[in-house]
Structures are given as C-alpha cells and as structure tokens.
C-alpha cells in the first residue's frame, strides 16, 4: 500500500534535547512537508520540500530542522531551542505543483518534552 | 494572501440530523479549497476538494460542500450525521506563495460532537 509513514507515534524526551522526527513516504511524491498541531490552532507550516537536498522554511521554523536527502525521506528535528516543542507533528506529501494537488498525511508523532 | 477563517470551533447534532460547517476563505486568485477530517491522535484525510470543475463537490462518507464566490464560502454539510463522524474538521485553501508547489493554509478546525 502506497502511504506516509510517520515514526515513532509517541516520543517523549527531556528539556535541552535534540530529537529527530522521521518521515517517509511511497508515493513518488516531489514534495514534502512538516507541520505542527497544537490545540485550537490548526496545522502551522514548518518546513516544505519540492526537491531533493532543497527546502524552505514555513511560517515557525525557527527552533527547527530538516533534511532531504532522499525523495522518500524529510526527517525533522526538534532542537533544544524551539521554546515549546511539546505538540503534534505532522508529515505530509504532495505533487509538485500549483494545482487542486492535495496533500497525504502521515499518522503523526506526538512530542512531549519535560 | 489567503486565509481560512471557520465560524465555531465546536459543533454538536444529533444522530441523524443535519450537520453544516462553515468555512470561508479570502483569495486574491481563484482558489482551490479542501476540506479535511481528522480523528483522534491521527493524520488527516482528505474529505472533497474544490477545483472549479463544479461548484458542488461530493466527498467520502457522505459529505458534500458548495463552493460560493459571491459569499466566499465552502460550507460543508452532511444531511444526516451518524456518530462516526465525530472528528475535526479543516478548511484548506491553496497558498500561492511563489514557488514550483502548492502550500495550503488551514482553517483552525471544527470539532464535530455527535450525541445519540
């Protein structure tokens, strides 16, 4: 089954810690996107990808990183100074282009760091 | 730039009525509109998607939404709500920010309670 994948679904890890998100996908999709989930804010951009070894930043990636290594892949770290990295994350892919493309969503990882 | 807006963060009907969430978008460029679900601890899944083919769109599961240009709107509404649709909702518009690719702003969703 074509899909994202998105792992783990639930991290947990100290203040001051690094951690990496993973996130990989089958489709054959050019573009790729991470996005944060908090409750009554719907989904903020973080980073996107349209290609391999290129991405932008979103609307809150300060704190954050990402790589793109390969097209299947778009792991994300959280870094010791995002201020509040306890949330939802969410993986999404697309076709690239300026079309009615939507995007796939992964399960998600919820963070939580203490 | 575009923008989501959805009128009521929480809504509640009873099995078998009507369900109707709003949402109402600003665009400085004919649109593209989706609209999203999502349960609980998961990712989401694309419900019906506005193109311009035709102003009445048909989702999964039952749902259909009306694309209005005069009201900037794509209300979504379900004639009959069973209780597996309780979830979240999102409104998503197409974010033509430059670039080879779409990006999509969202809405900040609509929590759908079904009582019995």
């Known amino acids: 089954d074509g899909g994202i994948t998105q792992s783990p679904k639930y991290l947990f890890r100290k203040e001051g810690q690094n951690v990496t998100l993973s996130c990989e996908q089958n489709l054959n999709h050019d573009a790729m996107y991470w996005y944060r989930q908090d409750p009554g804010q719907g989904l903020r951009l973080i980073y996107y990808s349209q290609i391999v070894n290129d991405f932008q930043k979103g609307d809150i990636a300060e704190g954050y990183s990402v790589s793109r290594e390969k097209k299947e892949s778009f792991p994300l770290t959280v870094t010791s100074a995002q201020k509040n990295p306890t949330a939802f994350y969410l993986c999404a892919s697309s076709i690239l282009g300026q079309g009615a493309y939507e995007q796939y969503f992964g399960p998600g990882t919820r963070l939580t760091v203490t | ?116």
């Open chain 2, 1 to 116: 730039a575009q923008s989501v807006t959805q009128l009521g963060s929480h809504v509640s009907v009873s099995e078998g009525a009507l369900v109707l969430l709003r949402c109402n978008y600003s665009s400085s460029v004919p649109p593209y509109l989706f609209w999203y679900v999502q349960y609980p601890n998961q990712g989401l899944q694309l419900l019906l998607k506005y193109t311009s083919a035709a102003t009445l769109v048909k989702g999964i599961n039952g749902f259909e939404a009306e694309f209005k240009k005069s009201e900037t709107s794509f209300h979504l509404t379900k004639p009959s709500a069973h209780m597996s649709d309780a979830a979240e909702y999102f409104c998503a518009v197409t974010g033509f920010g430059g670039g080879a690719t779409n990006k999509l702003i969202f809405g900040t969703g609509t929590l759908l309670a079904v009582q019995p």
